[in-house]
């Protein structure tokens, strides 16, 4: 019972152009939702957050849109550089079995082709 | 500068070996977590903990086990290594007031042949 899903594995996007990354979930009590970067042999770094109350929170070139009737956020890059290029997941926080948690999606890879 | 560290980075050991992979955080952190990454599944939590002497098992705890002696560390204990536990292992931490925003190590690469 995948929660969170990350429906595209693999984006690739040229320089300077906007990067969309997608992210639906089932669960409507998450109560707060976030995006994490990966590069390869690292951790994943927190990104951006947003609450639940919100649909929109921006943090420079990153914006993230939270659509709760159609449970999905999207992230935007904008203007997407090459070292954006990594693995993006989404993540969605709230009290599951009695617990505050947090579920990531799949993972999307991000490609900044020059 | 605080941070999360893991050892070791990799590690291949056989089947049926005892594993036991350590997370150090400085953060002074209470809460912290385990995670395994896999392709296709993203992030799955193993085990975690809220404090001292607290431990809770997460949607994929089989086969792992974890202790929580003090504050900085919470070692993740393969008790016997099979094939399907290859993966890499993450280590995180976050504070009791933003438990959403957790900090993550580098990760542990796990072989078991």
């Known amino acids: 019972d995948q929660q969170v899903k990350q429906n595209s594995p693999s984006l690739s996007v040229q320089e300077g152009r906007i990067s969309i990354l997608n992210c639906d979930y089932t669960?409507?009590?998450?109560?707060?939702f976030l995006w994490y970067k990966k590069y390869p042999a690292e951790g994943p770094t927190f990104l951006i957050s947003i609450s639940s109350i919100k649909d929109k929170n921006e943090d420079g070139r990153f914006t993230v849109f939270l659509n709760k009737s159609a449970k999905h956020l999207s992230l935007h890059i904008v203007p997407s550089q090459p070292g954006d290029s990594a693995v993006y997941f989404c993540?969605?926080?709230?009290?599951?079995?009695?617990?505050?948690?947090?579920?990531f999606g799949q993972g999307t890879r991000l490609t900044i082709n020059p | 500068d605080a941070e999360i560290t893991q050892s070791p980075r990799h590690k291949i050991t056989e089947t049926g070996r005892q594993v036991t992979l350590a997370c150090h955080q400085t953060?002074?952190?209470?809460?912290m977590f385990w995670y395994r990454q896999d392709l296709g599944h993203g992030l799955r939590l193993i085990h975690y903990s809220y404090g001292v002497q607290d431990t809770n098992k997460g949607e994929v705890s089989d086969g792992y086990s974890v202790s929580r002696s003090n504050t900085e560390d919470l070692p993740l204990t393969l008790e016997s290594a099979a094939s399907s536990q290859t993966s890499v292992y993450f280590c995180?931490?976050?504070?009791?007031?933003?438990?959403?925003?957790?900090?993550f190590g580098p990760g542990t690469r796990l072989t078991v042949t």
């Open positions: 669960n409507s009590m998450f109560d707060y």
């Open positions: 993540a969605a926080s709230g009290v599951l079995q009695g617990a505050q948690k947090l579920v």
């Open positions: 995180a931490s976050s504070s009791s007031g933003r438990t959403y925003e957790q900090y």
């Open positions: 953060w002074n952190h209470n809460n």
